[in-house]
């Protein structure tokens, strides 16, 4: 795979710059209800040295009903600034299912106006599998300063994916699994309808991965895209249940040089709840 320190690096890549001075590692693990999965206890237990543990529910707009939606600008700040993670740091962000809640992180910072991040290509399985160095305590912290200059072309709120849906002037690409895409499966939050936003297309994220949770190779992705069906002539919104997953339709996007994309932070957690907004099944 070509490294790509704005978008993918290889555990390669990882492994010759982790001692740079310069260099922040983020554990961003974080797992849906029924995978039974603690990220911060399995965080507490082992991650790659030096690594910082970023928790998407609580970097978030608390204040939403919604789950972890963007914060607040100044959160996400002082946060960053308190792990130690700031102004002129590259960074590399991975998580415990080898790539799944990562490219959230990714496109977080991204929305942050921070490019110079990139995920880890199939996270902490590959690199324990590889044999690579862990550890179980947490790293020195030292308060860096961080700029933060938001990017709001890069995220999408329910009245503007409403007026895309309608006019048909966007591609909808939606990362959830076949089943739920077409309302045959219930969602996995209580409460929500089934189905999808109209004139959608189904890209499930998992399609664009390797068994290894690696991301596939630039001309597979494409053909994974074409095969879909999804116009990419038009700008792209993405979603997914809640956020998390869209983001990696976000990252092979931009892998294949589709820069104009954006992610709809609401995603089918705020679209499925509202029985004014239509859904189509099937």
């Not at 609580?58 to 960053?80: C, G, N, Q, W, Y």
């Not at 007026?163 to 959830?176: M, Q, S, T």
């Amino acid at each position: 795979m070509s490294d790509d320190p704005q978008t993918l690096v290889s555990t390669d890549w990882l492994a010759k710059h982790i001692k740079d001075p310069d260099l922040r590692v983020i554990d961003a693990s974080w797992y849906l209800p029924d995978m039974n999965r603690d990220p911060k206890a399995e965080y507490d237990r082992g991650h790659i040295t030096g690594a910082r543990f970023f928790d998407i529910d609580e970097i978030s707009d608390t204040r939403s009903s919604l789950p972890h939606m963007a914060p607040p600008v100044e959160k996400f700040m002082s946060r960053l600034r308190a792990m130690g993670v700031g102004d002129g740091h590259q960074v590399v962000v991975y998580d415990g299912a080898g790539m799944f809640s990562a490219a959230r992180v990714w496109w977080l910072f991204r929305l942050m106006g921070k490019t110079d991040i990139a995920v880890l290509d199939g996270g902490y399985p590959k690199w324990v599998a590889e044999g690579r160095e862990t550890e179980d305590l947490p790293p020195m912290l030292k308060d860096r300063h961080m700029t933060v200059q938001r990017q709001a072309h890069l995220v999408r709120d329910v009245t503007q994916v409403a007026a895309a849906a309608k006019l048909g002037d966007h591609a909808i690409l939606d990362a959830r699994g076949p089943a739920r895409f077409a309302g045959s499966e219930p969602e996995p939050r209580a409460g929500l309808r089934a189905g999808h936003i109209p004139g959608s297309t189904n890209v499930h994220y998992a399609t664009l991965l390797n068994d290894d949770g690696t991301m596939k190779a630039i001309p597979q992705l494409k053909t994974m895209f074409e095969a879909s069906g999804a116009d990419l002539t038009k700008p792209v919104i993405t979603t997914c249940g809640s956020g998390v997953t869209a983001a990696i339709l976000s990252l092979a996007l931009e892998r294949i040089g589709h820069r104009n994309h954006s992610l709809y932070d609401g995603s089918w957690a705020e679209w499925g709840q509202f029985d004014q907004l239509p859904i189509e099944t099937g």
